[in-house]
Every structure is written in C-alpha cells, then in structure tokens.
C-alpha cells in the first residue's frame, strides 16, 4: 500500500519492543521489529505470520554504526518512507558509584543514550525531506526521579528527557514531532536482566548489603508490574492522536510518583524515597 506508515521499533525481541511492534502492525504499521539477535526473531515472526501483518524483522543493534546505518538503509528501500521511530532499546545497571567502574558506566550510556542518538541521526534525514514523522523516546519515570543504587541508569534516563525535549523544538519546523514515554515498572525481562556492578557483588563492597535491601525491594514493586501490552497502547495513542503530548507516564506508581516529585519538595521527596526503600 503506498500511503501505508512505516514504523521501526528497537529492541522488539522481547517486552515493550514486541508489544509495541506487535500493536503497530495490527494497526496497519508497516512495521519493522528491529533487533541486535535476529535469531530471536521467531517468535514474533510466528505471530505475524499467523495474524498476516506486515511485520518484518531487521538486525540492528543500537551501539554499532555500521549496524544502524545498515538497517536504516534496508527499511528506507524496502519501505520507501519512515514516519514513527521507536527507540526502545535499553537496559539497567545498578550499583554504588564508587563500585562501577568505567566501562560499566560507559556501557550504559552507549545503549541507553547513545544508541537512540544514534538511530535518531540515521533515521531523521528521512523524516525531515518528508516534512513528517514521530519520534517516541522510551525514558522511564526514572527519568524525573532517582532511587538509591541506580546512578548510571537514572543518568541515562534523565538524558533521555533533556536530550527529547530539547530536538522537540529543533525538529518541530519540520513537521517531525518527539514523544516521551515514562513507564512506571513493566513486567519485561528488564528487572531479571537488570546488570549489577560487578563489585557491588562482593561482600566486601561497603555498598553490599544496601544493595541487597534495594534489590528486594525492587521484587516486591515488580510483583505489582503491569503488562508491555499498556505501553505499547499508549504509543499507539501516541503516534494516532492528531497533537501528542510531549510526555505520557504509563502505570499507576508512574503516575503517583510524578505527581509526588511536582508536589514535593526535593527534601520531602527523598524522605518519601529513603522511607520506600527501610
Ligand atoms: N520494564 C520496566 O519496568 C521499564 C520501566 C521504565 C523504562 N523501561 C525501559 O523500557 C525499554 C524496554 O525495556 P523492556 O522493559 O521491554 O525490557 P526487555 O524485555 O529487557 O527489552 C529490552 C530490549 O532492548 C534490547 N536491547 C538491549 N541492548 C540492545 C542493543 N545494544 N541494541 C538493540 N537492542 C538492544 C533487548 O535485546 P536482547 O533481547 O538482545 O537483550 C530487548 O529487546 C528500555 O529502554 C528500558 O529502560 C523499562
């Protein structure tokens, strides 16, 4: 169909990037479920198969050029067009600061910030010789306030916000508009796969049993998690509303601590965090 929109979606191999390409498909998006492993692409490309979308799967990983620029290249020949990017790709690193080292660090940045600035670039010379398209940026509600352990992925996630509402007005002359999406906790692999510095593992580390304590408390807030199928709604809307709003919180605690962190101040808020986390 030549006036069917195009979307590409990172990191659809599993939770919110195959929800939301799933969602997309279904809803008449020639979508592209990009992912680093093809091999993990069976399941979704059963899915597709079965329900007959248009729903194809491209190899892209978000922390090499060469990769990006490869992906983009294939969907903008295939596709002709990209009129909604995705960036959903990401991970968290817990530990005390003085545990992470460097390259811990550094590779969180290069997934959580640089990867999306990086499909961006590729993907914006597109959208802006079209005059259209969104942007949907997958910050986090971490991305407004911080707990205790997690400085390299709240300092991601804030990246995301500043990073998003500053190309908002950049790209706004050109009819592309940028969405932020603030997921409260989503029942993904994000909390099983959540990276812990390696020596904040050690018992020696003066940080370990505070990170023990966070640990557990993160489970039990994971039990309340709400399914990827919420957010992937919520981008729909998104994308399908004529004026998006800039920022959509997803999940009742998401919502609850955004209120909290605009109502409080920042010393009531980080009592409100350090009483969450006894
Ligand atoms: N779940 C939550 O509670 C929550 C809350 C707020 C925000 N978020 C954010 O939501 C986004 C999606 O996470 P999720 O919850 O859906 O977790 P998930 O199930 O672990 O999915 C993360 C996805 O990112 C992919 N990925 C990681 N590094 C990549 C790279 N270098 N290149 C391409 N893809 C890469 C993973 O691929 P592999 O399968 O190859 O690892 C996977 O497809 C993340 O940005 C996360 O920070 C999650």
Same mark, same amino acid.
């Given at each position: ?15 919110m ?5 799933l ?13 680093r ?11 597709a ?20 620029d ?6 903008k020949?295939?596709? !002709? ?10 991970? #968290?690193?817990?530990? $005390?600061? +003085?545990? %992470? =080292?460097? &390259?811990?660090i550094?590779?969180q940045?290069?997934?959580n ?6 499909v ?8 802006r010789?079209?005059k ?10 971490? !991305?407004k ?9 709240? #300092?991601?996630?804030? $990246?995301? +916000?500043? %990073? =998003?509402? &500053?190309?908002?007005y ?22 099983t ?12 580390s003066?940080?370990y049993?505070?990170?023990?304590k ?15 199928s ?17 920022r959509y919180?997803?999940?009742?605690d ?5 209120q909290?962190?605009?109502?409080l ?9 350090l009483?969450?986390?006894?």
């Amino acid at each position: 169909m030549a006036d069917q929109k195009v979307a590409v979606v990172t990191g659809s191999s599993s939770g919110m990037g195959y929800e939301t390409a799933l969602a997309l498909a279904r809803n008449g998006f020639r979508t592209y479920a990009t992912m680093r492993n093809i091999e993990k692409a069976k399941t979704i490309t059963d899915v597709a198969k079965k329900e007959n979308l248009s729903l194809h799967t491209v190899k892209l990983d978000v922390t090499d050029e060469r990769s990006v620029d490869d992906a983009i290249k294939i969907i903008k020949s295939e596709a !002709g067009r990209i009129d909604v990017l995705v960036n959903n790709a990401g991970y #968290g690193l817990m530990g $005390a600061l +003085e545990d %992470l =080292s460097m &390259s811990e660090i550094k590779a969180q940045y290069e997934t959580n910030v640089f990867g999306l600035i990086r499909v961006t670039q590729a993907v914006l010379p597109t959208m802006r010789e079209q005059k259209s398209g969104i942007i949907v940026n997958i910050s986090s509600i971490g !991305g407004k306030m911080a707990i205790p352990l997690q400085s390299p992925y709240h #300092g991601t996630k804030f $990246a995301v +916000e500043g %990073l =998003s509402e &500053s190309i908002a007005y950049d790209l706004e002359p050109f009819g592309i508009k940028v969405v932020i999406i603030e997921p409260g906790a989503i029942k993904t692999n994000f909390d099983t796969g959540m990276l812990v510095a390696k020596k904040n593992q050690n018992p020696s580390s003066p940080y370990y049993n505070s990170m023990r304590k966070l640990q557990s408390s993160i489970n039990s807030h994971f039990k309340n998690a709400i399914p990827p199928s919420k957010v992937a709604e919520v981008i729909l809307n998104a994308i399908t509303t004529p004026n998006p709003s800039l920022r959509y919180t997803v999940g009742e605690d998401a919502a609850l601590l955004a209120q909290k962190r605009k109502e409080l101040s920042d010393s009531e808020f980080q009592k409100l965090v350090l009483d969450f986390f006894k």
